[in-house]
């Protein structure tokens, strides 16, 4: 197991703020009002930020199964990322949010999931730059040409039907990253039916981080994950495929490269459950 780097501190991206090898995306979003992340970046980000929105540019739009947030078309994302300036395994991107990785999470996941592995989400996030006095703006960066041709990593990615066929498997562990009680379906805020999927185990993505939004120190999310690292793999899922993203980020942290996404998560799980009755 080979740890990798996955955060920056807001020391190094400040230091680094004028290379022109280096791009930062803001992708600060509220699931319950969809603009509200564009607006404050609109109103103040970090100096040359541009931004994505989980919703136009991380995911592509609902079908009746596949889950609240299905994987952006690579193709679309890749003409996004070129736009930003990015040059596929040159360029160093920094990705940050306010949620506590959340957002910035799936923007780092999907950077590695298309080949482009140095992406790093900045520790701490917005708040601890601005808690730091570090530069803001509100003025928005140009649009740049990058080079990203597109290649996609299949075996990060399940579906419904793998993680079905692996639910007694020896070899898999299947992680639900929602908060405890939506784990033991004692509430769900936003899906139809509550519950998890049957044997999967509980990693909430707010134990990967401080509360102030800081990565656990490496020891801390060895001790964690140490109950599942003998698997052959460990498929990660959450209500659809984005808070994940935090779980599959402290997995690569501590060496363990076997983790998969199952994007559709618990929003696609229960998509096929007959709740009517």
């Known amino acids: 197991m080979t740890p990798i780097q996955t955060v920056v501190s807001p020391q190094w991206l400040r230091d ?45 739009p609902p079908q009746t199964h596949g889950g609240r947030h299905p994987l952006p078309n690579p193709y679309t994302l890749a003409q ?111 899906d139809p039916v509550a519950g998890s999927i049957p044997g999967a185990k509980n990693i909430f993505w707010q134990q990967i981080t401080t509360p102030d939004g800081f990565l656990r120190p490496t020891e801390e999310l060895q001790a964690l994950w140490q109950p599942y690292l003998d698997a052959q793999e460990i498929v990660v899922y959450c209500g659809s495929g984005v808070t994940a993203c935090v779980d599959l980020m402290s997995l690569a942290t501590i060496g363990f490269h076997h983790g998969k996404l199952y994007p559709g998560g618990w929003s696609d799980w229960c998509s096929y459950l007959d709740y009517s009755t």
């Open 80 to 190: 996004k990322l070129e736009q930003i300036g990015i040059f596929k395994n040159l360029t160093t991107v920094v990705v940050y949010d306010d949620s506590r990785f959340a957002f910035a999470s799936r923007l780092w996941w999907l950077l590695r999931y298309l080949g482009h592995d140095k992406v790093f989400i900045l520790d701490g996030g917005w708040q601890q730059w601005q808690s730091l006095h570090y530069p803001v703006t509100s003025d928005i960066p140009p649009p740049s040409q990058g080079h990203f041709p597109v290649t996609v990593d299949s075996s990060q990615v399940v579906d419904i039907h793998y993680v079905k066929q692996r639910l007694n498997s020896p070899n898999t562990v299947i992680v639900d990253a929602r908060s405890p009680s939506r784990y033991r379906g004692e509430e769900e805020p936003i």
């Open 16 to 60: 680094n703020l004028q290379s022109p090898q280096l791009k930062i995306i803001d992708c600060r979003f509220r699931l319950e009002d969809s603009l509200w992340g564009y607006q404050q970046y609109l109103t103040s980000h970090i100096p040359n930020a541009y931004y994505l929105d989980l919703n136009k540019d991380l995911s592509s």
